[in-house]
């Protein structure tokens, strides 16, 4: 997984890069096929913190997430957070619709 961390309006510091990317490890590790992330952090007039993450995967899957606070860890966290749940929402849907072969002559027998 290739994580790249921008910043715009500001200065990047070590501490926020260390926590975009391992709260990006840690949040979207179980899900191997992610392949890119690029996580943009903002600031708008010192008090708009906003962090924007993109992730893209294999079989053409994207999905982003924003969030705009007053603290830029914790737009980070909310961010993330949001990919993550469009990204396991995603991956359910697939996992879900897979057809278990047998299981309607298990039930038909039961009854």
């Not at 890069?17 to 096929?33: C, I, N, Q």
């Not at 913190?49 to 830029?72: C, F, L, S, W, Y």
């Not at 993330?80 to 990204?87: A, S, T």
């Amino acid at each position: 997984m290739n994580i790249t961390v921008t910043c715009r309006h500001m200065d990047m510091t070590d501490a926020l890069r260390d926590h975009a990317t391992a709260r990006v490890r840690e949040s979207l590790g179980e899900f191997p096929r992610v392949e890119d992330v690029h996580v943009i952090l903002d600031v708008q007039r010192k008090i708009h913190h906003i962090a924007e993450v993109v992730v893209r995967a294999k079989n053409h899957v994207h999905a982003e997430g924003t969030e705009e606070t007053t603290d830029m860890y914790a737009s980070i966290d909310g961010a993330v957070d949001k990919v993550h749940r469009q990204l396991r929402k995603k991956r359910d849907k697939i996992q879900d619709h897979k057809h278990i072969a047998g299981l309607g002559e298990l039930e038909a027998k039961t009854i």
